[in-house]
């Protein structure tokens, strides 16, 4: 039998920062839909990390608390100075701003089915370029991934 502990959101976003700021890495997993279809809820494994001032660019996957107060893990799209907005892959025009203050930590690394692919990896960074620059035609392939696999309630 699997016990299941509820942790208050705040509180592993404090500590998630807290271990990057030391230079440690933190592994999550996928919780949610909004980076559908590339991160997929509770298949995927993220491993977040420390950034320099050059790592936030679009294309980067960033935890970050955006300046509403929520937090999320969503993909740059656009930089400006000290400022970023943030979209999930899954969203068409739902759009998060921050700082880079905000930014906890970013992705090095994805885990899914016993592979592992860096952020840095060619075909990653491929589909990064191509997801954020063909932002207004995603529509049509998430559609399709939504009818391929229906995403029951996150919340029961």
């Known amino acids: 039998m699997t016990k299941q502990i509820l942790i208050n959101k705040e509180d592993i976003f404090k500590e998630i920062s807290t271990m990057i700021a030391e230079g440690k890495t933190v592994t999550l997993t996928a919780n949610g839909y909004s980076m559908n279809p590339f991160l997929v809820h509770l298949r995927d494994h993220i491993t977040l990390g420390p950034w320099t001032d050059s790592d936030i660019r679009p294309g980067t996957v960033a935890l970050v608390r955006d300046i509403k107060g929520n937090i999320v893990l969503h993909r740059i799209i656009r930089r400006k100075g000290n400022h970023i907005l943030l979209e999930g892959d899954g969203n068409i025009g739902q759009q998060e701003k ?58 029961r």
Do not use: C, E
């Open 98 to 155: 921050a700082t880079l203050d905000g930014i906890a930590g970013i992705m090095h690394s994805i885990t899914r089915k016993n592979r592992t692919y860096t952020s840095t990896n060619l075909l990653w960074r491929i589909y990064s370029w191509i997801w954020v620059t063909f932002r207004p035609l995603r529509r049509y392939p998430l559609a399709l991934w939504r009818r391929l696999n229906p995403q029951p309630p996150l919340h």
